[in-house]
């Protein structure tokens, strides 16, 4: 069992920055493949961001790509994701997710443990 807790998300204006955190208790921590993902109200779940536990695999969806960045220290059992740029689409409920395996996965179902997910809203 792996229980996750992202730190609180917030509201930025567009082309701000924002960086979330998630923090992992219960199994070890770099035995697992992390995900970050979001949904916004309406649309289904997306991949974000994932890491291997290595973090060797770095996975970014293209919508983010060259403006977010997926970090993990398994000395603190934490995953972090920077977002910079931020845009209005980028508005949605952010939640990271862990996968028991050493290759990272963009396909949410693969996931096996999720935090209760925070809320990033950008602004005009």
């Known amino acids: 069992q792996v229980q996750l807790v992202e730190s609180r998300g917030g509201l930025v204006q567009t082309g701000g920055s924002l960086r979330l955190s998630c923090s992992a208790s219960?199994?070890?921590?770099?035995?697992?493949?992390m995900g970050w993902f979001r949904q916004a109200p309406g649309k289904e779940r997306e991949f974000v961001a994932g890491i291997s536990w290595r973090s060797i695999g770095l996975v970014y969806s293209d919508s983010v790509k060259g403006r977010f960045t997926i970090a993990r220290d398994n000395a603190k059992n934490t995953v972090y994701l920077q977002m910079n740029s931020l845009k209005l689409d980028d508005t949605a409920v952010y939640y990271c997710?862990?996968?028991?395996?050493?290759?990272?996965?963009?396909?949410?179902?693969?996931?096996?443990?999720w935090g209760q997910g925070t809320q990033v809203t950008v602004s005009s």
């Open positions: 219960g199994r070890t921590f770099s035995d697992y493949t």
């Open positions: 997710a862990a996968r028991a395996s050493y290759t990272t996965s963009r396909s949410w179902p693969e996931y096996r443990y």
